[in-house]
């Protein structure tokens, strides 16, 4: 269960060290993670949309199998677990601008409030309702200071 994050966290570092702006080129010169950086960039500006998984890997240019791999290897996750996480942290900064959560909900990508308040619970550790009344007035303090 710690596994995948204990692997981030080992990334996290080697790529904050000394040594980590040459492990980024020596990882961004492979071809196939270009591939899949391609698939990545196209999420991430289209986060509110749900993509198939084969219409990424034919973005990305590769067979869905081969796709799948070196997308969690590029990542840690799978393709479906990267859209879901991106969504939240957007939803998450919509919520600490103001919007309420059947809207955020929305804007993100969601058809369902109640899905997005379970994913939300399981990623964050709480309700979306919940974590907005504690993020605005934080957000209200830092904004007048």
């Given at each position: 269960?710690?596994?995948?994050?204990?692997?981030?966290?080992?990334?996290?570092?080697?790529?904050?060290?000394?040594?980590?702006?040459?492990?980024?080129?020596?990882?961004?010169?492979?071809?196939?993670?270009?591939?899949?950086?391609?698939?990545?960039?196209?999420?991430?500006?289209?986060?509110?949309?749900?993509?198939?998984?084969?219409?990424?890997?034919?973005?990305?240019?590769?067979?869905?199998?081969?796709?799948?791999?070196h997308?969690?290897?590029?990542?840690?996750?799978?393709?479906?677990?990267?859209?879901?996480?991106?969504?939240?942290?957007?939803?998450?900064?919509?919520?600490?601008?103001?919007?309420?959560?059947?809207?955020?909900?929305?804007?993100?990508?969601?058809?369902?409030?109640?899905?997005?308040?379970?994913?939300y619970?399981?990623?964050?550790?709480?309700?979306?309702?919940?974590?907005?009344?504690?993020?605005?007035?934080?957000?209200?303090a830092?904004?007048?200071?």
């Amino acid at each position: 269960m710690l596994g995948p994050m204990l692997r981030r966290e080992l990334l996290y570092r080697l790529l904050r060290g000394p040594h980590g702006p040459a492990l980024l080129q020596a990882v961004a010169s492979d071809p196939r993670i270009r591939q899949v950086r391609r698939a990545i960039d196209w999420i991430r500006s289209h986060v509110a949309e749900t993509v198939p998984v084969a219409e990424l890997a034919s973005c990305a240019g590769m067979a869905e199998a081969t796709f799948r791999r070196h997308f969690r290897v590029a990542t840690g996750m799978s393709p479906v677990q990267f859209q879901k996480i991106l969504r939240l942290q957007a939803a998450r900064r919509l919520l600490l601008s103001g919007r309420d959560v059947i809207r955020t909900a929305h804007a993100v990508g969601y058809e369902s409030a109640s899905q997005f308040s379970r994913d939300y619970s399981r990623t964050f550790g709480r309700p979306p309702s919940q974590e907005a009344r504690q993020l605005q007035p934080r957000a209200q303090a830092e904004g007048t200071a």
